[in-house]
């Protein structure tokens, strides 16, 4: 039991092959040292993220440890996407103050983007991948959560789900705000959209429910089996 315990450090692994990929992929001519520091503190941040996860986790055999090493990666991919902190940007540019809300980047009318997306007058194939790239987002955090022992209760995974979806859009609310400040910033360039908080939510749903699926078919077995050859 002790060497599995230790084990569960081997999935750190997983971010020092994020860091060489990001590293390899987003300092192109040398070391830029704006560059290196967006890329060291983004990675503190899931790092130290990644290692609380990784505390609470259970690992009892491989299966587990290979879905750890993936959850870690699929960490830091998920932060680069929803809350990459573009430290260059705010030394570079100049900063003029009046600081606002562009309102055209939010939108609080539940479906208006899902409908506009699929079924709109321009439906394109990136509006597509954008609306199904949101219902998988959290996907894999609902089922790791569960199946890493992180979390062990249904409800509290959904709350999670839930409280993490709207963290993101209020994450890029704030950037919005705190860059609108810059000259040229155009009040940002995320979007905050209702629809997103919807999406990812259904999307860890479908997570805790594959769970479920995936403990009923598999796991059922096993005890099964267990408690039969225990009889014999």
């Known amino acids: 039991m002790i060497n599995i315990k230790l084990n569960k450090c081997y999935c750190l692994l997983g971010a020092l ?28 941040i899931v790092l130290l993220i990644s290692i609380w996860l990784i505390s609470k986790s259970e690992v009892k055999n491989v299966l ?43 939108n609080f009318i539940p479906f208006k983007t899902i409908y506009s997306n699929l079924f709109g007058k321009v439906v394109a194939p990136v509006t597509i ?30 709350i999670v789900i839930f409280l993490t979806t709207v963290f993101i859009e209020m994450y890029q ?30 999307g860890g749903l479908v997570g805790i429910a594959l769970y479920f699926i995936y403990k009923k078919l598999f796991l059922g077995k096993a005890l099964d089996k267990k408690n039969f050859t225990t009889q014999i």
Not at 39 to 44: D, P
Not at 94 to 106: F, P
Not at 135 to 153: E, W
Not at 180 to 190: E, I, L, P, T, V
């Open 173 to 202: 609310l704030l950037d919005n705000l705190i860059t609108s400040g810059f000259k040229y910033s155009g009040g940002g360039q995320r979007a905050i959209d209702i629809d997103d908080v919807l999406l990812n939510t259904i």
């Open 129 to 158: 991948i954008q609306t199904v790239g949101n219902l998988f987002l959290l996907l894999p955090l609902a089922f790791a959560l569960l199946f890493l022992q992180i979390i062990n209760n249904k409800y509290k995974a959904v």
């Open 64 to 106: 587990n440890l290979v879905i750890l090493f993936v959850f870690v990666i699929y960490l830091f991919v998920l932060h680069s996407f929803v809350a990459y902190i573009d430290i260059s940007y705010y030394i570079t540019q100049e900063y003029v103050g009046n600081l606002y809300v562009n309102i055209e980047r939010i």
């Open 17 to 44: 092959f994020y860091f060489i990929y990001a590293y390899r992929t987003y300092i192109y001519e040398g070391v830029q040292l704006l560059d290196l520091l967006n890329l060291v503190v983004n990675f503190g």
